[in-house]
């Protein structure tokens, strides 16, 4: 949904700075239009893979993240002398699908108070719900200085098309001091993680449990073996065109067994396009039966320095733990061997905490324009967070780990 009065080409005005020189305030309709390396040049800092030109610009190009899709790219950028020095990816939403922060009690406030809700102005990576969302600013920048030039001009972004606010979901806990000295409002969820505490091997990991628990695993570990199939990690160029275009078959089989409640949201060409641009940077789980090459399960990863991301799986058949190794196990041995050292495996799933993972809080940040909006979600959200807090360390007490 295009909001009235937007552009259709990227608009440009001039602040002036502390030490007189000029800023370049520009927004952006395609990431495309900004060249690779200077994005490039500020996002490789971050920790996370999920704010890189290639991620973005596939998101884009492949027909996922687009207007029609209720995703319509705004991309904040600020250049200094002809150089790209800050970027926030951004996007003007007609709906919350996609963001996994599910904001529907706000949504229904709105509706009460008769606030239109939508459109309204999200930050993050489509689709992505992986902790890492913060501006992207030149190192050598002052970014509390340009993170308020930001937003500002994200304020009279708001106010221009009328946008019922904007939120910066699964923030960076270190750039969050930020947003809340500018009046946006904590609002914590539940995520899942890994930490790897020096683990040799996966035996080293094992050991971190219970002894009953470490029996299921080895036994879930050993299902592989009694049915006859066999796991396999591959990485850039051992990845091939066919496994994408097999990996967008199962992604799409998946989400199709959950009807309206899927989450289908790529597109083929999004995963063909990984092999020439971005497969540097995934990891794929694939699942082998013996005397065949082709994969009855795969899991769909990403990593970038010391961490992994877990994203998407899918299988053909139903095989006793063949989920569990493809998601977490194998996964999880990769991460020893190579140097990880936090796995994020994805949202959801009570299982992961029986094997090896603990809940931990993600937070989204939010300021409605609405003032009547804005101060019900002050005078709540300490209250709700405080819940969301008590759930997670209930979860966390069924940790069936060994006293260490």
């Not at 190009?61 to 002398?81: D, F, K, Q, Y």
């Not at 592989?224 to 992604?251: N, S």
Request: with cysteine; net charge positive.
């Amino acid at each position: 949904m295009r909001p009235q009065g937007a552009p259709k080409s990227a608009k440009r005005r001039t602040v002036a700075m502390s030490d007189t020189k000029q800023l370049n305030i520009k927004w952006v309709k395609r990431i495309k239009h900004i060249d690779e390396q200077d994005w490039n040049a500020i996002a490789m800092n971050l920790t996370t893979p999920f704010f890189e030109w290639e991620w973005l610009r596939l998101l884009e190009e492949s027909g996922s993240a687009v207007e029609t899709n209720g995703w319509l790219p705004h991309h904040l950028t600020i250049w200094r002398a002809g150089r790209l020095v800050a970027a926030a990816p951004l996007y003007i939403k007609s709906h919350s699908a996609g963001e996994f922060v599910f904001d529907h009690v706000w949504v229904d406030v709105a509706r009460r108070l008769e606030i239109q809700y939508y459109p309204k102005l999200v930050g993050m990576s489509p689709f992505s719900p992986t902790i890492g969302y913060r501006f992207l600013i030149d190192p050598r920048e002052d970014e509390i200085a340009l993170s308020g030039v930001m937003l500002k001009a994200i304020d009279g972004l708001c106010r221009r098309y009328g946008l019922s606010g904007c939120s910066f979901n699964y923030v960076d806990p270190e750039w969050a001091k930020i947003l809340t000295s500018h009046g946006f409002l904590s609002w914590t969820h539940q995520s899942f993680a890994w930490r790897n505490r020096d683990f040799n091997s996966f035996d080293d990991y094992l050991s971190i449990f219970k002894s009953g628990q470490r029996r299921n695993i080895k036994r879930e570990r050993n299902a592989m073996d009694r049915q006859g199939i066999r796991l396999v990690a591959l990485t850039g160029e051992q990845i091939t065109p066919e496994l994408f275009k097999r990996m967008y078959a199962l992604y799409t089989d998946t989400n199709a067994q959950f009807g309206p409640w899927g989450c289908h949201y790529l597109t083929p060409s999004f995963f063909e396009g990984l092999h020439s641009r971005y497969r540097h940077r995934i990891l794929l789980i694939n699942a082998l039966r013996e005397g065949s090459p082709t994969p009855i399960a795969m899991s769909f990863l990403l990593y970038k320095g010391d961490r992994l991301y877990g994203r998407y799986w899918g299988a053909t058949t139903e095989a006793d733990a063949l989920h569990f190794n493809a998601c977490y196990y194998a996964p999880i041995e990769w991460a020893i061997q190579n140097g990880i050292r936090h796995f994020d495996p994805g949202i959801g799933g009570h299982h992961k905490i029986r094997r090896g993972f603990e809940a931990v809080p993600n937070h989204s940040y939010h300021r409605f324009s609405e003032w009547r909006l804005q101060e019900i979600l002050r005078l709540n959200i300490g209250k709700i967070n405080q819940l969301e807090m008590a759930q997670i360390e209930d979860i966390n007490a069924e940790k069936p780990l060994a006293n260490r």
